[in-house]
């Protein structure tokens, strides 16, 4: 178990986010985590005196990027299905108005022991980004077909194509 920290110390949203954070890096075959399950390892972690109500209100709505703002802008987890989350990665949408919304906690803010989430987070959310474009069968065509109009900007090459249509 971590020690606890004093509320003054963790901001709610990082504490979502740590909790979010811990069980991804223990759990890597697991693509998200039921917020029963977010909750249950933020209350066995006890990473402040007592478990805050805020957290599950972050964990449901504030740090979550695919839903409106209400009022935070975080864009620390995603909404995979009603009732599930896992961290936001980068790439991800989100909802427009949480543009520019803090993805990670500030290293500063974080006790040292909690500093090396930040360094495992970005290489999970860029593997994450690589992963994607990989299984996407659309985004596995980028590029595929420069060579076609290598020599035409893509308004003559459809000209081209179309010649003789009626």
Known sequence: MSPVLSR???K???EAWIIAALLHREQPEKVDF???EIMQRAQKER???RLRPGVYVHIIQH???NR???PGRYRMLFETAPGRRRLFRLGDPYHPERQGGKVTPDRDDL???FGELLDWYREWSSSGIRAARESDPLLTLRGSGKRLWAN???DQYVRRLREGWE
């Open 111 to 113: 006790h040292h022991q």
């Open 34 to 36: 039921s917020v029963e």
């Open 152 to 154: 035409e900007s893509a």
């Open 12 to 14: 709610v949203a990082d």
């Open 8 to 10: 003054l110390q963790l």
């Open 63 to 65: 740090c979550v990027a």
């Open 68 to 70: 409106r703002p209400n």
């Open 47 to 49: 990473l402040t005196e």
